[in-house]
């Protein structure tokens, strides 16, 4: 930006996506070759073992890719058609070119970018759940499948829940310690789509329980129909001046909240998958509704003396020993949902030391 302006400066920021898939795939490609073999040795070894042609095998592949493709580009694509739409209504009721692509940064670029922090680690879950239920699907061996989506679940809202409450309830003090310049309006777009955490954590999720189940295409399907609520929903409410860039941002929550319900419905019925309400829902939201108090007090009493940005990381300090306090004396986590989690084993054995847990 420096030296070509903000134009160069934007390409030079997209650019980073490219340089970090390419970095992606020259590792894979390495840790490919690096243990073959290692992977030579156990094919020699193996007994009933089935040559398949290239041809074969890049079919199955582009079978379970294509549709994953698809389902990565709804996103853009809507956010880009929604970006027009949002635009073109603020300017309908009275808002400037400037104004408008202003409101559309700090609900896409600013209060977005902020929720979508956990999704390394709701993707990391996903992905941890195709090889397992795959396996399970292709045996048969349903009660297992059964058992591995209901973990993967409950593990997901383990992560996600105190994400969106803790969002919730910081959010104009963690809008304040990372956009300083930024209006105090910053923190109501971002307490309006802290609920997308939830929603796009079981996204990934059971994403992941029906990609091992052998159907790519439920997910496509389950996302295109949330766009549509996306687009519409947006279009009416970013017209209604009151309302304004928070229609957008209602329009987002609507869209996740719509492509995860299809998702659940389809697993549900399919794998005949029962949820304990009290192991679902009522032990999570009292754990997360008491680290939600519990942060606000915090933020509350020290912002005086404190100031806003050491304030709000003591808060979130505080928030998830009591979130983690909380959730195991109630009984919230068990061994095999902390183990699902990445690094689940050193946090097991953290856990055994302390003796938090059994």
């Known amino acids: 930006m420096k030296n070509y302006g903000p134009q160069m400066g934007a390409a030079g920021g997209v650019l980073g996506a490219a340089i970090g898939g390419f970095a992606s795939a020259a590792f894979l490609i390495y840790i490919y070759f690096r243990n073959s073999k290692v992977r030579k040795a156990e094919i020699a070894q193996s007994k009933h073992i089935k040559a398949e042609s290239t041809g074969t095998i890049l079919k199955r592949l582009l079978y379970v890719a294509v549709p ?79 058992k591995e989506a209901r973990t993967g679940l409950k593990t997901i809202l383990l992560v996600v829940l105190p994400c969106a409450f803790g969002l919730a309830a910081l959010a104009g003090p963690i809008m304040k310690l990372l956009y300083p310049a930024e209006p105090a309006s910053l923190g109501t777009m971002l307490f309006v789509v802290s609920p ?44 209604i001046p009151s309302i304004n860039i928070i229609g957008s941002g209602i329009g987002t929550l609507a869209a996740y909240a719509v492509a995860s319900l299809i998702e659940f419905i389809y697993i549900k019925k399919h794998l005949q998958l029962r949820l304990s309400p009290k192991e679902f829902v009522i032990k999570p939201l009292i754990t997360v509704v008491t680290m939600y108090v519990v942060v606000k007090l915090v933020y509350g ?44 084993e050193k946090i097991y054995s953290v856990l055994r030391k302390l003796r938090l847990m059994k």
Not at 75 to 87: A, F, G, K, Q, W
Not at 114 to 131: C, E, K, R, Y
Not at 221 to 235: D, E, N, P, Q, T
């Open 301 to 344: 009493v020290t912002v005086g003396f404190l100031g806003n940005a050491l304030s709000t990381l003591v808060s979130i300090a505080i928030g998830g020993l009591v979130y983690g306090l909380v959730l195991i004396g109630i009984g919230g986590i068990r061994k095999e949902e902390i183990l699902t989690m990445p690094k689940g």
């Open 68 to 146: 994953i493709t698809i389902g990565a580009c709804v996103m853009p694509l809507v956010n880009m058609v929604d970006s027009v739409i949002t635009v073109r209504r603020l300017t309908d009721i009275g808002y400037s070119m400037a104004e408008a692509n202003s409101l559309l940064g700090q609900l896409s670029g600013m209060a977005m970018s902020t929720v979508n922090l956990p999704v390394v680690i709701d993707q990391a879950i996903g992905m941890s759940l195709v090889p397992a239920i795959s396996e399970a699907y292709a045996l048969k061996q349903m009660k297992r499948v059964r």
């Open 196 to 239: 997308c955490a939830i929603f796009l954590g079981l996204v990934y999720a059971q994403n992941g329980i029906l990609q091992g189940m052998g159907k790519p295409m439920i997910p496509v399907i389950a996302l295109a129909v949330g766009m549509v609520f996306k687009v519409v929903i947006s279009y009416v409410l970013t017209g």
